[in-house]
């Protein structure tokens, strides 16, 4: 028996019912899964280091520069944008993720 809540066949497998699930539902977990790998980047590659090597990562991520710490990457599912602000030594004290 087949629930439209959480579109699941006990009688099909797990690639199967995932297969059948609903575009939108899928489309979530797609964006759930680029926002965890943008903000683990962002972690390791830009949060604490110089503006300049943060910005260049960012760029080599695949974003582009919209003002100084302002940053945008549009993708097939998704539009992210990266707000920076700084220390007073140039590093970057905080990377937002929207």
Same mark, same amino acid.
């Given at each position: 028996?087949?629930?439209?809540? $959480?579109?699941?066949?006990? %009688?099909?497998?797990?690639?199967? =019912?995932? /297969? =059948?699930?609903?575009?939108? +539902?899928?489309? =979530?977990?797609?964006? +759930?899964?680029?926002?965890?790998?943008?903000?683990?980047?962002?972690?390791?590659?830009?949060?604490?280091?110089?503006?300049?090597?943060?910005?260049?990562?960012?760029? +080599?991520?695949?974003? $582009?520069?919209? =003002?100084?710490?302002?940053?945008?990457?549009?993708?097939? %599912?998704? /539009?992210? %944008?990266?707000?920076?602000?700084?220390?007073?030594?140039? $590093?970057?004290?905080?990377? $937002?993720?929207?």
């Amino acid at each position: 028996m087949q629930t439209e809540a $959480t579109w699941c066949d006990i %009688h099909k497998t797990k690639a199967q =019912n995932d /297969a =059948n699930r609903p575009a939108a +539902e899928s489309r =979530n977990s797609m964006m +759930e899964r680029q926002r965890g790998d943008i903000a683990s980047f962002l972690q390791a590659r830009v949060l604490a280091q110089p503006k300049t090597s943060a910005f260049a990562a960012l760029v +080599e991520y695949g974003f $582009t520069r919209e =003002n100084d710490g302002d940053f945008f990457k549009i993708t097939d %599912h998704s /539009a992210w %944008h990266v707000l920076m602000t700084f220390n007073s030594d140039g $590093t970057v004290a905080t990377a $937002t993720l929207q």
